[in-house]
Nanobody, 119 residues
Framework: QVQLVESGGGLVQAGGSLRLSCAAS????????MGWFRQAPGKEREFVAS????????YYADSVKGRFTISRDNTKKTVDLQMNSLKPEDTAVYLC????????????WGQGTQVTVSS
């Protein structure tokens, strides 16, 4: 069964950095657009970043543009999120997900990893 497993979350001071990683099982990782989302307590889940199947196209929420970088390694079947200049408002559970290029819906989600940014 295909799974997505996130890692790399933790507690960091404002201004610091963290790198999240999402590892996928299964043989078709390179067929999918991959995305990172986050959900803070009491708030709706929000889009953070996505990356195309080959990695040559990336998209970011305005709130993270210039601070976060998404990347992928199709050989290792991983997608990473490098987060710099972290702010307390970045505190959330971060989840990775996959989407077929034929769909607007993300159809597989990881369990998430907690990121806490202290002021």
């Amino acid at each position: 069964q295909v799974q997505l497993v996130e890692s790399g979350g933790g507690l960091v001071q404002a201004g610091g950095s963290l790198r999240l990683s999402c590892a996928a099982s299964g043989r078709t990782f390179s067929n999918y657009i991959m995305g990172w989302f986050r959900q803070a307590p009491g708030k709706e889940r929000e889009f953070v970043a996505s990356i195309s199947q080959s990695g040559d196209g990336t998209y970011y929420a305005d709130s993270v543009k210039g601070r976060f970088t998404i990347s992928r390694d199709n050989t290792k079947k991983t997608v990473d999120l490098q987060m710099n200049s972290l702010k307390p408002e970045d505190t959330a559970v971060y989840l990775c997900a996959r989407r077929s290029r034929w769909s607007n819906e993300y159809d597989l989600w990881g369990q998430g990893t907690q990121v806490t940014v202290s002021s």
